[in-house]
């Protein structure tokens, strides 16, 4: 499983990927063991014959995804964000799941919802077109039968937790693999998805082809055991003003200031956050996510300043009295790049705050919504539609 890079690295990376040429470049992209070992050189994926669509998807791709995703949509520039181009998963994701995924995100993991609808950046044209730029890398939806499980959860669950539970965890262990339980995922992913996951893996990730190494009717039973964890997924209110939210920069303006230990110079923990925060000391706290996120949930009087917008950071006082904390949910890429752009900006008093805000709610540390109630008569983003090719699986 790849782990996450250093932080100043994968800002460096996002930083060149923004500022790139939409059309054929080239990239370095680290290995899959997290090593930092560039590999061989590779195109960036846009042929100079692509559509005006492909081309503004590509563009978006790098603005909005690239961080956690990797500039060739491989995956892993960020813990757990898994490849977007694998064969076997484009071939059969449909327009739909890939455009749900990225416009309700998966609550309660690093994956914000970035439709402007529930206050993200995106507007449904823009989300169509990164849509199109991921299926211009691989091949296209294959016409694979619908077929639903008929497999037994019980014996399911004896299956995964023989091969399946030391990559995707439980429901109360997170694995380092997706969490094939999110209620999204499931409300998305037909059984037919799954067991083509299943059979024939992800080629290029951890994730293995389990055709020969597990029976079909095996299989089945784990599709049975995943569907049977399956549960509405959580209402995301749709957000009326999706413009970035104002409000007070600074935390405890008259107070005084906070003193902490960092680790490498750069973390700081959660805890002595806290102790700051209970202490009254003058502080600013930056959210690093997606706007979106900040509005379902946030550490109390923090400032929404997305890794990919860095209007708010002109109205922070940079002075020796105040300390100015990111956070986000990977938990350090995206806070990360908003740490280096203070530093850069001459901010001293900076740090990313070192388990990001699932382990802070896991604390039950505060937290506080900012969602507004959603406006009369709106509705969900239709669904896309992809031509299907005929596909055989494997026998």
């Not at 181009?85 to 994701?93: G, P, Q």
């Not at 449909?94 to 309660?108: A, P």
């Not at 100015?324 to 990977?330: I, S, T």
Request: charged share 20%; proline share 10%; net charge positive.
């Amino acid at each position: 499983m790849a782990f996450a890079l250093s932080s100043w690295r994968v800002a460096a990376v996002f930083l060149l990927a923004a500022l790139a040429q939409p059309l054929v470049q080239g990239c370095k992209r680290s290995d899959p063991g997290g090593q930092g070992k560039p590999s061989a050189e590779l195109p960036y994926g846009v042929h100079p014959g692509a559509s005006p669509q492909v081309i503004a998807g590509a563009q978006a791709y790098l603005k909005y995804c690239a961080l956690c995703h990797g500039v060739d949509a491989r995956g892993y520039a960020a813990d757990n964000a898994p490849s977007l181009v694998s064969t076997t998963f484009l071939e059969s994701a449909s327009d739909n799941f890939l455009s749900r995924g990225i416009r309700e995100g998966r609550q309660g993991t690093a994956m914000a919802a970035y439709s402007r609808q529930f206050g993200g950046p995106l507007d449904d044209k823009e989300i169509a077109s990164i849509v199109a730029f991921l299926r211009s890398r691989g091949p296209a939806q294959a016409r694979i039968p619908a077929r639903p499980s008929t497999g037994n959860p019980a014996h399911g669950q004896e299956v995964y937790d023989r091969h399946c539970v030391s990559c995707h965890g439980t429901k109360t262990q997170r694995g380092l693999a997706v969490q094939p339980w999110h209620p999204t995922f499931l409300a998305a992913a037909p059984d037919e998805f799954l067991r083509h996951a299943i059979t024939l893996g992800r080629p290029g990730t951890p994730m293995p082809a389990f055709i020969g190494a597990l029976q079909p009717g095996e299989i089945e039973d784990v599709i049975a055991l995943l569907r049977s964890w399956g549960t509405p997924p959580p209402a995301r209110p749709a957000i009326q003003h999706p413009e970035l939210p104002k409000g007070p920069v600074l935390i405890n303006p008259s107070g005084g200031a906070a003193s902490f230990t960092l680790r490498d110079g750069r973390y700081v923990p959660a805890e002595q956050v806290k102790k700051a925060l209970d202490a009254k000391k003058r502080l600013v706290i930056v959210d690093a996510r997606a706007t979106s996120d900040w509005y379902q949930a946030h550490i109390p009087g923090s400032i929404s300043v997305p890794y990919y917008g860095f209007s708010r950071l002109d109205e922070i006082p940079n002075d020796a009295q105040t300390w100015v904390l990111a956070y986000c949910a990977c938990p350090h890429h995206a806070s990360g790049v908003v740490v280096d752009e203070l530093r850069r900006r001459g901010f001293k008093n900076t740090a990313v705050i070192d388990e990001g805000i699932l382990e802070w709610q896991k604390r039950k540390y505060p937290i506080e919504s900012a969602t507004p109630p959603a406006p009369s008569g709106s509705a969900p983003a239709p669904a896309l539609s992809a031509p299907l090719v005929p596909l055989r699986l494997p026998r």
